[in-house]
Structure formats: structure tokens, C-alpha cells
């Protein structure tokens, strides 16, 4: 159900994206760089593809619990389950926001949609991959409580659209609603670095939780809020940006003499680190003055990433919408093509030292992608391909094959080869 709601909502962000470009190019005002927006946007496609194989632990795990445990069993015909369902997932989201900034194993989830450098409504769509391997657990206080899995389902639904149009920098204060509820003025200021900002405004739908938990502040004119994280990501890598806090951290785990160290680092706030990592390995200073993080790319280059983007995610809603319904032995590639996708865009916007081997992966990705239409006259064995589709995706993909050697052919020369 999810995932199709999100399908169909899908034109609705798109269009509302498009508005706020436009709006911002004629303020001048806080203008979008394509390269980020296409990260940001592609880390929301890839959390969708992977939430098909882990839906199990936020729906699965919480059926089960309804079934078994609960105490009362409450019917989804009562006005009242609704509003208070949805103000109790609110009021839990909360604790598991808060505490996704708070341990290094949450946060490790969540650092995703702080990454950006920017904040935007494409901010928005910026999720992890990785969130329902731990989340599920702060909503079972529903389930022992005895609401029913499709008003669970709807709640979640209702707390996650309403926060997406709250990213955004066009929108400013809005009096009184701003003490109530999580305005884009409230949620800009969760989203900075700065000092005054830091862990703050939890809230989903109500920032009357911070108010009460002494975790509100308000967005303050004379401190103007810088975006990402204190540790920024600096790539455009979509599994790396999934990766690198349980990369860091594990790291560190390993790394540690310690063993009770070992085990609670995964449990303690985020740049915690055991006394002897700390002390021959020196946290990096985070400079709040540093440039943001955008490798310059020529207007081709990045057309051909930009189409390459599109053309993946309109394949990601086919596969969204035929997940319900197939095997995961047909949905496992198309997965790992479209993530494999996603990861080549990052890096041929990077424009590093390994800039080539990303060439030679989307060629392979291409010419493996003709392969398989012209051979199996199937989409991953989950369509059959007639004459005429075969030879539209065999001509795109050989258009592409022919853009990229031309758009791409003196990478490794000049700068690219710093």
C-alpha cells in the first residue's frame, strides 16, 4: 500500500519541486544545484527500491504483534482511533528522531537526510536505505496498544507526506502556526550545523513535543542556518552516503582495545569515541565557512546524467508498482540494476580519479541492459517485450552508448585526473 501511495504521490512532489525551482530563480534566492537535487532525489529512489525487501520488519513485525500481544483490539470504524493513532505515531516519531540523533546506530540511518548541503523540497525525498532495520521498534507501543495494521499503515502515511513541504527556504515564518506545528522555519532549523541549531525541533507533524521536552528552538534571523552534517559526506555516492557512518563507527569498534567500548559506541551520541581511538587519531575540526561540496561538471555531462536520472526513475516506479506481485529471484536484479543505476550517475558527477572505471561500469550497464531485451524480449523476466519496445530501449541504450563516448571521452585529462 505504501509504496503505491508514494507511486502516485510521486507527480504531486515533482510539480511541487518544479514550482519552488521556478520561484527560486526569480528571488534569486537559495537557487538548486542539479547535482545535488539528483543525489538527494536519487537516495529517496533507492530507500523506496530497498524498503520492498525490508517492509517485512516495519509491517511484518508489527502485524505479528497485534495478532499476539495486544491488549485492546481497536476498530478502524472509530473516528477516534484515527486522531489519537495519528498524534500517538506522531509522539513517537519523536523519540525515534530525537533518538536518531542521539545514538551512533540510529544516526548512522538517519545522517542521510541531513547529508545535503542544500535544503530544498528535494531535501525531502532524501531517505535512507537503512532506517526499518531499527525503527520499527518505537512504534510497537501501537501494536501492543491494538491499532489496527491498515491505520498504522495510513498514520505513517499522513506524518511522512505532511513533512515534505516543510523543506523548503521559500517559505518563512508563520506566526502563530510555527508554535503549534513543524513549519519550514522549525524544520530548517533542525537541519543545521551551527551551534545554536544542533539537536533540536524533533517534532513531525507538532513541534508542541520539542516545546515540551525542551528541545524547541526558534530559527533566528541573526544566526542564519548552514546545512549538512558536521562531518560532511562530500560525494555524490548513494550507497556510500547509506554507508558512512556504519563504516566509521565500525571502524572504530574494531579498532578499540576495549570490549566494553566495542559494544556501546553503537549506543552512544554521534563523534563519540572510545578514550584510545581518540587519542591517536584526532577528530577533524569542522570549519563552518567551507565551501560547499559541488565538482564542477560541463552542461553536457551533466544533461546526459540529468536523462540518465529520469529514465531510472521512471523504471523505479515500474518496479514499484510490479513489486507486490512478483518473486524476489525477478525482483532482486532489476533492484540491483537500478541501484547499480543510481550509484554510476553519483559517480560520473564526481568527476575523481576513478571518474573512467564509472565510464566503463555504465557502459557495461548499458550494453548489458540491450543484451537482455534483445535476447530474453523480456524486462527482467517480469514483461514480455513487444517488437516495438524492444527496439526503443535497444535504441536508447545505444544512443547512450554513443553519448557517453563522445560527452565523456577526455575524462582522466586535466583536472579530472586530480
Known sequence: MQEKIITFASPVFFLLIAIEFIVARRRQRHLYRINDAINSLSLGVMSQIIGVFLKVLAVGVYTWVVQHYAIFHLSGDDWWVWVSGLLLYDFLYYWLHRMGHETNLLWAAHVVHHQSEAYNLTTALRQTSTGALFGWIFYLPLAVLGYPVHVFIIVALIDLLYQFWIHTEQIDKLGWFDRVFVSPSNHRVHHGVNDLYLDKNYGGILILWDRLFGTFIEEQDAHPVVFGTR???????????????????????????????????????????????????????????????????????????????????????????????????QLVPYAIWLVAGLWIVGGLMEQKRWHTGYIGLEAVRLVATLLMVVVSASWFQLVALPVMAQMAIATACIASLISLGLIFKTAGHGHLSR
Request: aromatic share 14%.
Open 231 to 329: 562531518s560532511p559526506l562530500r560525494s555524490w555516492n548513494p550507497l556510500w552516503a547509506n554507508l558512512e557512518v556504519y563504516k566509521a563507527v565500525a571502524a572504530d569498534a574494531w579498532s578499540t582495545r576495549n570490549w566494553w567500548d566495542k559494544c556501546r559506541i553503537w549506543l552512544m551520541p554521534p563523534g563519540w569515541r572510545p578514550a584510545d581511538i581518540a587519542a591517536s587519531e584526532p577528530a577533524k575540526s569542522f570549519d563552518i565557512l567551507r565551501p560547499e561540496y559541488n565538482p564542477p561538471l560541463s552542461g553536457t555531462r551533466m544533461w546526459y546524467c540529468l536523462i540518465q536520472f529520469a529514465v531510472s526513475l521512471q523504471v523505479a516506479t515500474h518496479f514499484l508498482t510490479v513489486a507486490p506481485v512478483a518473486h524476489a529471484a
